[in-house]
């Protein structure tokens, strides 16, 4: 929760500052942070750190540098991508990340042997990026969207549901300590089962300490990973849930960037939530390892359609100078609080999944609301035999967002 609201803070100063001084002046700042904080981060390798406050601070820092530089990179990006590949271009970024998500989900299992060299190899990353940046990226065009009109409540469109891909934190979440009857004792490698050779670190209190030590070592938060004792199991061992999730939102990607582009952003975006609800609300029903994971792939391949194409869909339904703006509220940290505000409330991994259900049918409420993007409508009617109701699904679509925003809008000035 720190985490996310240290970047949260940090995601505020620079949307803001994004609008003031433009999208790559802001990137540079935050690019070389992530890198000098992921720099500091490196004393965590050193022992006498590790688990002092300065331990901490470096890692909230680093984190924090790392989730605010992607906001400038995603908006920049989509406001260069032609209308009519913007979200195939958008997954085909999303499919990038998610192959790094698979690479560093097994990394964890290599972690304390080779942890110098993932710190080496991620501040190499962070060099490139800086690198990158500076050298090649170009101010943003910033005319596609200046007079479409803010249509803001779609730009929550993603994060209720997509948030999914952070709740998978918890779900794998094993305390350190567990207690089982009368007994306490330490968690190895995350198999959460009483050991009856382990020591008990309860086993010399009194009646009324023993009362006392049992609240000090209770969880926090039931997870799936305690329930299925999925990490005392050979098959779940090697391969976790989050895997399964992060190659379901790989195939996603690979088709939902195509049929956004040819058949509209708004629809793709419903079938995705009217598919993907289900599978998060049954994912949490029954009582099968194998139809937790099942289900929870399906959900990955469903919110691929809420990533890549709800990132395309934003961008084209606000202006720039909203844009970044807008991003404040409805940013991944942001996110990440209500779904940690969430879970926390929940206290057991399956009532939290089905408050997310619940809280995503919102997210679906409002794109059932929302229109059509007018840009896309715009690109096909160009593209597609006007007999084919292109023009008039635009007009309506404008007349739409002119309700939703306030604004009037002039078709001349719908660009793209």
Known sequence: MSVCILASIGLTVQLYGGGKVGNPETLYFFVFSSFFFNFSTTKRLVKEFQGTPLYFVTYLAAYNSISVAWEPNFLGAAELMPTDVRAKTTALLNIISRLANV??????????????????VLMISNITSFVITVTWLKETKNINLERVGAAK?????????SSQQLFLVLLQYTPP???????????????????????NVCNN????????????????FYSANMEYELKCRPFFESFSVAEAQFIG?????????????KFGRRLMLLIALICGIPCLVLSGIFND????????????????????????YCAEMISPKHRFKL?????????????????????????ATYMHGAASLLTLAIIVFLPESPMWLRKKRHLIAIFEGKLERQEKAVARLEFISGTHIEGSNLLC
């Open 289 to 312: 390892p194998i139809l937790f994971y099942i289900f929870r792939f399906s959900l990955g391949v469903t919110i691929a359609g809420t990533m890549s194409v709800g990132w395309a």
């Open 103 to 120: 690479v560093a989900s097994q990394m964890i299992y290599f972690k304390t042997i080779y942890e110098p060299a993932i710190m080496i």
């Open 153 to 161: 409540p779609n730009e929550c469109v993603s994060q209720m549901y």
């Open 177 to 199: 300590y567990g207690c089982f009857g009368d007994r306490c004792v330490k968690i190895h490698k995350k198999c959460y089962q009483d050991c009856p050779e382990c020591e």
């Open 327 to 351: 991003r404040t509220f409805t940013s991944w940290t942001n996110g990440r609080i209500i779904m940690t505000a969430i879970s926390f409330i929940a206290h057991k991994w399956r009532l």
């Open 205 to 220: 209190a009194t009646q009324p300490d023993i009362e006392e030590c049992h609240k000090k070592y209770a969880y926090d």
């Open 249 to 261: 939102v790989l195939i996603g990607n690979c088709f939902v960037g195509y049929v956004a582009d």
